[in-house]
């Protein structure tokens, strides 16, 4: 039989982090329960304390209730039990107190390396405390590499020139395009196609001065839906004088697939 050791603290974080604080059998999560580090394969089966062999557990799913009579030394037992219990309880908020601090530091962190990035591809300008808290939300939502690269990208499509030095209207526009460029690259993930619709959209641009960008996707993607070729479309783009003459060109040509399909 293997010798059961005992699980140090570090390891017993190191679970209950893992597993968010929260027993994996019920789904009950500290501190409204005590928690327990439960072995998936039982150490007298030979099972170890690999931490790929631990889970989080809340002590009724690992030991299961125990209904006894209780005479005079077992009422004893249980006072020590229920102190032991609220140490035990205390720990383990003082655990996630600590996970969640450090979570704080990391997002603190990834922060710094996104401002750090903004200062070196622009260097007289930096992102303000204000601004702190809006990279936060985006790395938040897109996570640290994606607002790293549409940063670059961002830079690289709008910083302009003049003079010798760059204008405070495209640092300000680079900084706006980064949460933008964040979603449509997960469009785009998300729709492949999509990356060919933004370059019929990009050439309808240059057509009119009222440019409405949801608009001219919206008879875009409408187009794709109706079985429209991707190419078509940048083609009805590029041949197009004016916005007019596009819109009418593409919701013809709408009109045509929708008949032809109906056949």
Known sequence: MTERKPLSKKT????????????????????DVILQVDHIMPISKGGDNDITNLITSCVPCNQGKKDRLLDDDTVIAKRKKQLDELQERREQIEMMYEWQSGLVDLDTEQVEVVCKLFRELIPSYSINENG?????????????PEV?????????????SKDGKITSESVA???EYIEKICRNRKR??????LSELYKAANIVKYKSRYYNHWQVMNILEKAYRAGADTDDLIFIAQQANSYSHWENSTLKYIEHLEATNGE
């Open 12 to 31: 017993r974080f190191e679970v209950f982090k893992r597993d968010s604080f929260t027993c994996q059998y019920c789904g009950k999560s500290a501190p």
């Open 132 to 144: 702190h808290e809006s990279i936060k939300k985006i790395i938040t939502k897109y996570g640290l």
């Open 148 to 160: 790293l690269e549409s940063l670059r990208i961002s830079a690289n499509q709008y910083l302009e």
């Open 173 to 175: 526009k680079t900084y």
């Open 188 to 193: 785009i993930r998300e729709k492949p196609y």
